[in-house]
């Protein structure tokens, strides 16, 4: 339970949405670039780590019986924070998120891990927490919506990368290909970690 | 009770703070808020919908009360004047008219001498790929130059709801600059 490891099983141990399958409506909605995946990842990170702090300074006031209502007034409280802040400083970004913005308040990450480590934990190990689990989110997105990018549009961070006469799986921008490109994602972590236990085991 | 009692206080005080954490950062964003949509959504469609000016239509915007509503605040609308050697010519303001998903806002230009000029769509929640086709030149260039009122321009072939609802935007813009053609001009 050391601040170190609280920070860094987001990263890849307990890696959201990969590891904990939650929240997939925005990783599936939203990842049809890289940029809009970074985007999304960020303004989760910054909900889910004021809410972590908040949910955790209140954990002794907040009754059990009310604790979800209340876990989720905060929750909502910096969500439209950040949406208001977005709308006011970065429009672009705001106009493409759109109405997955406000759906943050209903990202399962952000209730799950107010539930499962902020009420039981101190403010900084849940800020490590917070930081962590949304870092990894903002990678899982950033990856998944650069893979879609590349196969489905032929581009990196908007700049085109691959030659001109590149036939662009348009699939892959549709919501099927989130799907897809999600499942190959797992798979390969997958193959990853189970290549890494095999050599562990010798 | 005593567990009663503690649960609606603490439930009211964190939504009562919130809320003033609210009402303060939606103070702090509405005037950059209210900037970046004239920037990013009006700016285009007003540029788009006036041609030949020598102002800038955009930092010239002037509001124009319209009525006021049932709280008695007043209703406010902005028109963008397009100026040639300081002389207002034609204006561009925007019109909403009921489309198939909600309301469609419509900017428009019309010149002093009621004709019209062009439109824009600048919001709209219309079904993408069927009702979403009126944002298409196809159909809003058939409002260039029109005059008699109502105006009445050939549906979007299944769209028809959608085309109306442009329609009917038209024709409120045109309704405000009869209606207060003094204040504009």
Same mark, same amino acid.
């Not at chain 1, 920070?7 to 909605?29: M, N, Q």
């Not at chain 2, 002389?87 to 001498?113: P, Q, R, S, Y």
């Given at each position: 339970?050391?601040?170190?490891?609280?920070?860094?099983?987001?990263?890849?141990?307990?890696?959201?949405?990969?590891?904990? %399958?939650?929240?997939?409506?925005?990783?599936? !909605?939203?990842?049809?670039?890289?940029? @809009? $995946?970074?985007? =999304?990842? +960020? #303004?989760?990170?910054?909900?889910?780590?004021?809410?972590?702090?908040?949910?955790?300074?209140?954990?002794?006031?907040?009754?059990?019986?009310?604790?979800?209502?209340?876990?989720?007034?905060?929750?909502?409280?910096?969500?439209?924070?950040?949406?208001?802040?977005?709308?006011?400083?970065?429009?672009?970004?705001?106009?493409?998120?759109?109405?997955?913005?406000?759906?943050?308040? %209903?990202?399962?990450?952000?209730?799950?891990? !107010?539930?499962?480590?902020?009420?039981? @934990? $101190?403010?900084? =190990?849940? +800020? #490590?927490?917070?930081?962590?689990?949304?870092?990894?989110?903002?990678?899982?997105?950033?990856?998944?919506?650069?893979?879609?990018?590349?196969?489905?549009?032929?581009?990196?961070?908007?700049?085109?990368?691959?030659?001109?006469?590149?036939?662009?799986?348009?699939?892959?921008?549709?919501?099927?290909?989130?799907?897809?490109?999600?499942?190959?994602?797992?798979?390969?972590?997958?193959?990853?970690?189970?290549?890494?236990?095999?050599?562990?085991?010798? | 009770?005593?567990?009663?009692?503690?649960m609606a206080i603490v439930l009211t005080l964190i939504s009562a703070v919130s809320g003033l954490i609210l009402s303060v950062v939606y103070n702090a964003t509405k005037k950059p808020i209210e900037y970046q949509t004239i920037k990013f959504v009006k700016e285009p469609a007003v540029k788009k919908v006036l041609t030949g000016y020598d102002n800038n239509p955009v930092l010239d915007r002037k509001k124009i009360k319209i009525g006021t509503?049932?709280?008695?605040?007043?209703?406010?609308?902005?028109?963008?004047?397009?100026?040639?050697?300081?002389?207002?010519?034609?204006?561009?303001?925007?019109?909403?008219?009921?489309?198939?998903?909600?309301?469609?806002?419509?900017?428009?230009?019309?010149?002093?001498?009621?004709?019209?000029?062009?439109?824009?769509?600048?919001?709209?929640?219309?079904?993408?790929?069927?009702?979403?086709?009126?944002?298409?030149?196809?159909?809003?260039?058939?409002?260039?130059?029109?005059?008699?009122?109502?105006?009445?321009?050939?549906?979007?072939?299944?769209?028809?709801?959608?085309?109306?609802?442009?329609?009917?935007?038209?024709?409120?813009?045109?309704?405000?600059?009869?209606?207060?053609?003094?204040?504009?001009?």
């Open positions: 339970m050391s601040l170190r490891y609280e920070f860094t099983k987001g990263l890849w141990e307990t890696i959201p949405p990969f590891r904990l %399958v939650l929240g997939l409506c925005p990783v599936l !909605a939203v990842t049809t670039s890289g940029i @809009n $995946g970074i985007g =999304m990842g +960020l #303004a989760t990170t910054f909900v889910l780590v004021f809410s972590n702090i908040f949910v955790s300074l209140l954990r002794k006031v907040i009754p059990s019986q009310v604790r979800i209502a209340s876990f989720i007034v905060i929750i909502a409280s910096f969500v439209v924070i950040v949406e208001l802040v977005m709308q006011a400083y970065f429009f672009a970004l705001f106009k493409v998120l759109g109405i997955f913005i406000p759906l943050i308040v %209903v990202n399962c990450i952000i209730l799950g891990r !107010a539930e499962a480590f902020a009420s039981k @934990n $101190g403010p900084i =190990m849940s +800020l #490590a927490d917070g930081l962590g689990m949304g870092l990894g989110f903002t990678i899982s997105l950033f990856v998944i919506g650069s893979v879609r990018e590349f196969l489905g549009a032929g581009s990196l961070l908007g700049i085109n990368v691959l030659w001109s006469s590149y036939e662009p799986f348009a699939f892959m921008l549709k919501p099927p290909g989130a799907f897809v490109a999600l499942g190959i994602l797992l798979a390969l972590m997958n193959l990853i970690s189970q290549f890494q236990a095999a050599k562990g085991g010798k | 009770m005593r567990d009663l009692i503690k509503d049932e709280k008695g605040n007043p209703i406010e609308l902005t028109v963008f004047p397009a100026k040639k050697a300081g002389k207002t010519f034609a204006v561009a303001l925007e019109g909403h008219g009921k489309g198939f998903n909600g309301l469609i806002g419509v900017m428009v230009g019309v010149g002093k001498d009621g004709k019209l000029l062009d439109i824009g769509i600048t919001s709209h929640s219309e079904t993408p790929g069927v009702g979403s086709r009126v944002t298409e030149l196809s159909f809003t260039d058939q409002f260039k130059s029109l005059t008699k009122a109502p105006i009445k321009v050939d549906a979007v072939s299944g769209a028809t709801y959608s085309s109306r609802g442009v329609m009917a935007a038209v024709n409120q813009a045109i309704g405000y600059v009869n209606t207060f053609r003094k204040e504009i001009f």
